[in-house]
């Protein structure tokens, strides 16, 4: 027996880094996965079929886009009916955007606000009374350092972040008595697609090399001066599944190399 064998989780955003990492990890404990997020088509279909290969676990897709309210309620739906329920709800899509807050496009903001913080209201709302009726269930909101503290030219994203942990607390209150959990994890600095385009368009904006940019990015914020791994967030969102966290809730849980320790 595996820790989550029989159950289901829908992990948004998990066609790439950590999102797909919280899918491995999850999958690897027998929990079978709906996948969801952007990308080339046989791109997908691959990750679908090795995820289900290698764990033995059913995979589904389903592309719908956290920043339409009606495509989530429906992917929920089409999750529930195709795998016959969902235990575990991760919501970790996200996107960013980097200016100065008075030349911030308006539509990044909307973007941002919709993707990262309003999708898991829906997603919870969509997934909250299915987990009531079996009296079990599992929310893990992936937010981020930049939910605990800010940083310049991130106004969208840093508010995001903090509403998503405010949404989080308010759900764990109203679910404490039940078998239903929901907390927040934070991380710092994970080297994927996301970071990448910010260590990019450093090195070009300060006409350095790529690696001396990577080293910057990491000596400015994060004291272990290592980047956390979407494997790390994935065995913590699994320890978060566990019966040994039943009474962990509304937390939300740095893996920032030290960053908010400051
Ligand atoms: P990533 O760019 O590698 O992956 C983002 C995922 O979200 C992809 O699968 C993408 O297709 C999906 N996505 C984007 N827009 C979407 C939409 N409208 N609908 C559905 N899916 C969408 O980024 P990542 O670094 O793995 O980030 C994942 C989460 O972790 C984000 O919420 C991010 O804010 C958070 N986070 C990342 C870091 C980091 O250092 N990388 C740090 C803290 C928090």
């Not at 529930?80 to 496009?105: S, W, Y």
């Not at 980047?227 to 966290?245: H, K, M, R, Y």
Request: hydrophobic residues 50%; charged residues 20%.
């Amino acid at each position: 027996m595996r820790a989550l064998d029989g159950k289901v989780a829908i992990v948004t955003g998990s066609t790439s880094g950590i999102g797909l990492g919280i899918a491995r990890a999850l999958a690897a404990q027998g929990c079978a996965i709906v996948l969801n997020g952007f990308g080339e088509a046989p791109t997908i279909a691959r990750l679908r079929d090795e995820l289900a290969t290698e764990y033995g676990v059913r995979v589904v897709y389903d592309g719908a886009d956290m920043a339409r309210p009606e495509q989530i309620a429906a992917m929920v739906a089409h999750a529930t009916a195709e795998l016959g329920r969902v235990d575990v709800l991760v919501n970790n899509a996200g996107i960013q955007h980097v200016a100065p807050v008075h030349e911030f496009p308006v539509e990044r903001w909307d973007a941002i606000l919709a993707i990262n913080l309003s999708a898991a209201f829906h997603a919870i709302r969509a997934v909250l009374p299915q987990m009531l009726e079996r009296n079990w269930g599992r929310i893990v909101n992936i937010a981020s350092a930049h939910g605990l503290v800010a940083s310049v030219h991130k106004a969208a994203y840093v508010a995001a972040k903090h509403g998503l942990l405010g949404l989080t607390k308010v759900v764990a209150l109203e679910t404490a008595t039940t078998g239903v959990t929901c907390n927040a994890i934070c991380p710092g600095w994970v080297l994927t697609p996301l970071v990448q385009k910010q260590i990019d368009d450093r090195a070009a904006r300060e006409g350095i090399p790529l690696a001396e940019a990577k080293r910057a990015l990491l000596a400015e914020k994060q004291p272990s001066q290592e980047f956390v791994t979407p494997d790390q967030i994935g065995a913590l969102t699994v320890f978060l599944c566990s019966e040994a966290a039943a009474q962990i809730r509304g937390a939300t849980l740095p893996v920032d190399g030290g960053w908010t320790a400051q």
